[in-house]
C-alpha cells in the first residue's frame, strides 16, 4: 500500500473454470447414478409386486370359474397378503354356502320324489277302488304293493285286528308260504304286536339281534330269514 501499486494476477480460463467443471460432473455423476439405483428399484419393486398380483389374478380366475377349494398363497407381509387373505376367505364362505344350497336342493328334491310316489300311490289305490268298490281284497293287495314300493322293502304285511289277535288280509313279496294267510297274537313279544299295544312306529334294524327282545318272532325270523322290520 505504500507505495501505491495495483497487482493483476492472471489465470488461464481453464484453470479458472475447473472446480466449477468438476462440481457440474460431480452433480450430473451422482445423478446418472440416482436415476440408475432408481430405475433398479423401481423394477425390482415391480418384480416384487408383480408376482402376488399374478397370484392374485389367477387365484380370482380359479375362484371364478367354480374352484372354491383353491387357496391364493401371498406372503408378502403387506395388504396384498391381507386381499388374499379376504379373497380366500370369500371362497370358504362360498363354498359353505353352495354347499348348504346343494344339500337343501338335494332335501327338496327327495321330499317332491317321496310326495311325487306317495300321490302316485294313492292314485294306484284310488283307481282299484274305483274298480273294485264292493272287494277290500284287491285294495288291501294294492295297498300292501304299494307300501312295499314305498318303504323299499322286500316284503308288506296287513293286519286287521280282531280282538287280541290279528288275521293277515294282505301280504306282498317273496315272503313263503307258510308266513302267509296267518293270525298273530297281539303280544310285545312281536314287533307287530308292540306297534299295536304302543300305537306307534316300531322300526327294528336287526331282529336276528333282538330276539330276546321279540322272543315270540324268533321262529317267524328264522324260517323267513327277515333282518328289518
Not at 451422482?30 to 432408481?38: A, E, N, W
Not at 311325487?116 to 288291501?140: C, K
Request: one cysteine or more.
Amino acid at each position: 500500500p505504500s507505495l501505491g501499486w495495483t497487482v493483476f494476477a492472471e489465470q488461464p480460463l481453464e484453470e479458472a473454470l475447473e472446480p466449477l467443471r468438476a462440481s457440474v460432473k460431480r452433480t450430473a455423476l451422482l445423478l446418472v447414478l440416482g436415476i440408475v439405483l432408481s430405475v433398479g428399484a423401481s423394477v425390482m419393486l415391480a418384480r416384487t409386486l408383480e408376482r402376488p398380483i399374478r397370484a392374485l389374478q389367477a387365484g380370482a380366475v380359479r375362484i371364478g370359474e367354480g374352484n372354491l377349494g383353491d387357496r391364493i398363497e401371498v406372503k408378502t407381509g403387506d395388504e396384498l397378503e391381507v386381499l388374499a387373505d379376504q379373497f380366500n376367505s370369500m371362497a370358504g364362505r362360498l363354498r359353505e354356502s353352495y354347499a348348504g344350497l346343494e344339500r337343501k336342493v338335494d332335501e327338496r328334491t327327495r321330499e317332491l320324489q317321496e310326495a311325487l310316489e306317495q300321490q302316485t300311490a294313492t292314485a294306484e289305490i284310488l283307481g282299484v277302488i274305483s274298480g273294485s268298490p264292493t272287494d277290500l281284497q284287491p285294495i288291501m293287495d294294492a295297498v300292501a304293493q304299494s307300501a312295499a314300493r314305498l318303504c323299499e322293502a322286500s316284503d308288506a304285511q296287513i293286519f286287521r285286528i280282531e280282538g287280541d289277535e290279528m288275521p293277515q288280509v294282505a301280504v306282498y313279496g317273496t315272503m313263503p308260504s307258510d308266513a302267509r294267510n296267518v293270525r298273530q297274537r297281539i303280544t310285545p313279544g312281536l314287533v307287530t304286536g308292540r306297534a299295536v299295544l304302543e300305537r306307534r312306529t316300531v322300526h327294528v334294524r336287526d331282529l336276528a339281534a333282538a330276539v330276546d327282545e321279540y322272543p315270540v318272532a324268533k321262529p317267524l325270523q328264522e324260517s323267513t330269514g327277515t333282518r328289518t322290520i
